[in-house]
C-alpha cells in the first residue's frame, strides 16, 4: 500500500494503517517534480531516470530502508513525524532518510519545517515480513531483501549497502552534502 506520508503525520492514521507488531521494509517515492529537485541538487543528470524504479503511478523510489528491530509502524513513525530536534542532529540520532533530505533540499539538517514540507509531499508504501522483530532470522532476511532491491535500481538518498555503480558519485556527494549541513 502507497501511502502519502502527510497523511501519516495523524497518529492515529499511523496506527491503524502500519503494523506495530511485525518488522518490514519500505520505500520512499517521489514525484517527478521532487525528484528533479532531488538531482539538480545532486548533480545527477536527468537521463539517470531511467535507471530508476517507477512504478505505474509514474512516482519513482528514492530510498529503500528495512525494520528490523522495531515494528514497520514505529520505523516510519521515526522518520515521518521524528521530533527533529538540534541534539538529535548533533547526537546522530536523526532518521537517516530525513538527514539525507534536510542536507539535500535545504543544505541545513537543522531545519525541519523545511525537511517536514519536502516528507509530506512524498509517498511510502511498506511491506511487513512474517517474522518477529529483532530476531536474527528477521534482521537476516530484510537485509537480504533491501541489499537485493538496491541492487536492482539507483536509489539516490541510500547509502549504506547501495553498491550499484551509478551510485558511487552521488553517494560521495550526499556525504558531503550531510556533512556540510550538519
Known amino acids: 500500500m502507497i501511502t502519502q506520508a502527510i497523511l501519516l503525520r495523524n497518529k492515529a492514521s499511523l496506527i491503524s494503517l502500519i503494523p506495530n507488531d511485525k518488522p518490514g521494509y519500505y520505500k520512499w517515492w517521489a514525484k517527478e517534480n521532487d525528484l528533479d529537485i532531488l538531482l539538480t541538487q545532486l548533480n545527477v543528470d536527468f537521463s539517470e531516470k531511467v535507471y530508476m524504479e517507477k512504478n505505474t ?6 530510498y529503500v530502508g528495512i525494520a528490523a528491530k522495531e515494528s514497520i ?29 534536510s542536507s539535500v533540499i535545504v543544505g541545513n539538517q537543522y531545519d525541519k519545517n523545511a525537511t517536514n514540507e519536502f516528507i509530506d509531499r512524498l509517498s511510502v508504501e511498506w511491506f511487513t515480513i512474517d517474522e518477529a522483530i529483532k530476531k536474527p532470522e528477521a534482521i537476516e532476511t530484510l537485509h537480504s531483501i533491501e541489499k537485493n532491491i538496491i541492487a536492482e535500481h539507483l536509489y539516490l538518498l541510500n547509502i549504506q549497502n547501495n553498491k550499484n555503480p551509478r551510485s558511487t558519485q552521488i553517494k560521495k556527494d550526499l556525504k558531503r552534502l550531510r556533512k556540510a549541513s550538519k
Open 73 to 101: 509502524q514505529q520505523r516510519l513513525d521515526w522518520h515521518i513525524n521524528d521530533t527533529h530536534t538540534t541534539s538529535r542532529v548533533q547526537n546522530g540520532t536523526l532518521s537517516t532518510l530525513r538527514q539525507s533530505i
Open 57 to 62: 503511478s509514474g512516482l519513482y523510489c528514492i
